[in-house]
């Protein structure tokens, strides 16, 4: 019994050391406001980063063009391009047209030997095109064969979905002349492979930048980074980025992307051998803000509770209903089952987490003081011994591994409950962690209450705190409770 008594005085007073070691730390760790533009920096960022994107593209698309322009001049080719043309085939000549594309021409997707009528004699890959007519097949209105039609040299057709193919593809043309004699053109096919790597290159864009190409059409001409199909030529993009664009004018601005999400977006047209193109580089506002506080978290954790602490409550009457309840008791999280209210009671030292997902599920923790996110100090984790737990980063990882896939932690709702601020800094960072932005969380608090009840419904459609203050009971509906990210911007004065 003696044991037992030491070891809870232990536990007693590293808690009430941790505590307040959190609390001063939450006081007084005071690094001056941030000396940043929020905006100003995003938008320099992705400026650089478009920038470099497209001359990349230009780049490609010229080496592309030169490599096209040496067939002309490749006397195998034109050689072959001749017999074959006048059906002296062979398995020698074919094979040695197939192994001088691979080690020439591995740049395009497929060449086509076409006589001056239009007549598709040869391919490499031979698909649906190979001994087809360009003119009087059902290809006569393609982008291809009006390009074919046109007295030009050579021609870049952009791209658009050619059927024989089933995907799309660009073009360039090669005009064959002989002793003043037009021969036909070799066609050599581009398709967007190259262009989606250069795009897709995400190492450097956080979780949720992407830079992507759309045509005069406002058909996008790379695959987004957040669909599972692809997007080209299928995807359309009628945003004010690519209305100003069209428009010829480059531009920076905060708007709702083709997802309907918000984000910081820079964009401008450019040309491709006459054709133009607009490039956007993009970045959502939610993952940006988040950053923003990761890097100057100090100064805003102190800010956030100052404002916290002087914001009214969204309060509601208390409802009066019978409902069956589960129950959740200190160092326990459970699952909200349909039809019943989640529900824990006495939230004082401790802290109370709800993680939902709206229409979906629900879960709720009640969390001691011995948990880390009170304290990670090495002494204070030897001393509390088995009593310390990591259980909020337990249960992120549980919804995690059997609740949502990556793409739908977006849609994840945290709710940290307290009436003290001991737990607040490390609860979000926990949060933050498993790369759910700062939009999703909440800090209900209430610095005049004793102790906290929480009540959270299965779908997430209903989270009430509970405040037992000194001479009243104040009921606050936690779903009308702002946002971190929503804080963040009036703390730093944000204009979107």
């Known amino acids: ?41 995003t938008f320099a960022q992705l400026k650089l980063l478009r920038d470099s994107k497209r001359d990349e593209i230009i780049d490609h698309f010229q080496q592309v063009r030169e490599l096209a322009q040496t067939i002309k001049d490749d006397e195998l080719m034109r050689g072959s391009f001749a017999a074959l043309r006048q059906g002296k085939t062979s398995f020698g000549l074919e094979y040695a047209v197939d192994e001088r594309y691979a080690t020439n021409y591995g740049d395009f997707y497929d060449i086509l030997f076409v006589d001056s009528t239009g007549y598709v004699f040869h391919s490499i890959k031979k698909e649906r095109d190979y001994h087809s007519n360009l003119f009087t097949s059902p290809a006569t209105n393609s982008e291809l064969a009006k390009a ?16 024989p193919s089933e995907e799309p593809a660009a073009f360039f043309t090669v005009s064959l002349q002989e002793n003043g004699n037009h021969l036909g053109w070799f066609v050599l096919q581009v398709s967007t492979n190259n262009t989606n790597q250069i795009l897709a290159d995400h190492k450097t864009m956080g979780r949720t930048g992407e830079v992507y190409l759309v045509n005069r059409n406002s058909l996008m001409l790379s695959d987004s980074r957040f669909m599972e199909d692809s997007t080209i030529l299928r995807q359309k993009v009628d945003t004010i980025a690519v209305r100003e664009a069209l428009r010829k004018q480059a531009g920076d601005r905060v708007i709702e992307d083709y997802r309907g999400v918000k984000v910081f977006s820079s964009y401008e047209s450019f040309d491709v051998f006459g054709v133009s193109w607009i490039i956007i580089a993009e970045i959502d506002e939610d993952e940006v803000l988040t950053e923003f506080y990761t890097k100057h978290k100090k ?6 509770i100052r404002y916290l602490a002087q914001t ?8 009066q209903e019978e409902v069956a309840r589960q129950r959740v008791d200190m160092n326990e999280f459970s699952k909200g089952q349909t039809g019943k209210l989640l529900t824990t009671h006495g939230v004082a030292s401790c802290t109370a987490v709800a993680i939902y997902y709206p229409g979906k599920f629900s879960y709720l923790a009640h969390i001691s003081p011995t948990a880390e996110i009170y ?66 969380i909440t800090f209900i608090y209430d610095p005049q209450a004793l102790r906290a009840d929480v009540l959270i419904n299965a779908s997430g ?35 979107a």
Not at 299 to 304: G, I, L, R, V
Not at 378 to 401: Q, T, V
Request: glycine share 4%; net charge neutral.
């Open 148 to 163: 074919l039609k046109r007295p030009d040299e050579e021609n870049f057709v952009e791209f658009n979905y050619y059927r």
């Open 461 to 495: 459609s209903r989270l009430d705190v509970q405040w037992a203050e000194e001479h009243r009971v104040l009921t606050v509906d936690g779903l009308k409770t702002e946002n971190l990210s929503d804080i963040l911007k009036k703390i730093i004065h944000y204009d």
């Open 312 to 319: 009214s409550r969204p309060e509601i009457e208390k409802r």
């Open 1 to 41: 019994m003696i044991n037992k008594r030491k070891t809870y005085l232990v536990v007693f007073l590293c808690i009430g050391i941790c505590m307040a070691v959190a609390g001063y730390g939450i006081v007084t760790s005071s690094l001056g406001a941030p000396g940043v533009d929020v905006k100003q920096e």
């Open 375 to 440: 304290q990670d100090s090495a002494l204070n984790k030897f001393f509390l011994g088995r009593h310390y737990h990591n259980f909020l980063a337990e249960l992120l990882g549980r919804i995690e591994y059997f609740e949502v896939i990556p793409a739908q932690r977006r849609m994840l709702r945290v709710a940290i409950v307290a009436p003290h601020t001991q737990s607040f800094a490390k609860a979000v960072d926990a949060v933050l962690a498993h790369d759910i932005e700062l939009a999703n």
């Open 299 to 304: 100064y805003f954790q102190k800010e956030f």
